[in-house]
């Protein structure tokens, strides 16, 4: 198994890539203080793959073949520790209560047709804009409606979790988890 601080094996390197690498090698004990231009470098080492025989690629496959050997034995005792990408999410019960959305999405649940009628080609994005700008400059006591209707379903919403919450837990207990935490990762999936 994997010590915690060790990293990732390093890639597996094509027959190609070793080639370069031979070429990339070759120049620098030829002109060792000759700075290289990569495209012109990167261009010189692809004509002179094209015109190599099967024969010759047949070393840097071999080479290649290797690394993936390595690579695969490496890999077979790797395992990531943390990091980006590596938690894992809680997958949602369906029976739990919907989340409560907020004024402004009440308002866009409202708007969205109209607007979808007046520019049928506009895209979800261009939908989405448009609601925005609509969000921003209607009256405030507009406004308030929504923020009022949000405001009686995030009540709704909160009574729905603790019910749902109480019917979960046996005999009454309490759970250790923060219901802002439960809250947190339904809004990552909208």
Known sequence: MASKGEKKPKGRMSSY??????CREEHRKKHPNENVNFTEFSKKCAERWKQMSDKEKKRFGDMAERDKQRYDREMSTYTPQGGEGSR???????????????????????????VKALHPSYSVGEVAKD????????????????????????????????????????????????PEDEEDEEEDED
């Open 17 to 22: 890539t070793f080639f370069v690498q031979t």
């Open 88 to 114: 894992k999410r809680k997958k949602k019960d369906p029976n739990a209560p919907k989340r409560s959305l907020s004024a402004f999405f009440l308002f866009c649940a409202d708007e969205r047709a109209g």
């Open 131 to 178: 609601l925005g700008e609509k969000w921003n400059k209607i009256a405030p006591e507009i406004k308030a409606k929504y923020e009022a209707k949000a405001a009686q379903e995030k009540q709704r919403y909160e009574k729905e979790l603790e019910n749902y919450k109480n019917k979960k837990l046996p005999s009454g207990e309490h759970t250790h988890e923060d």
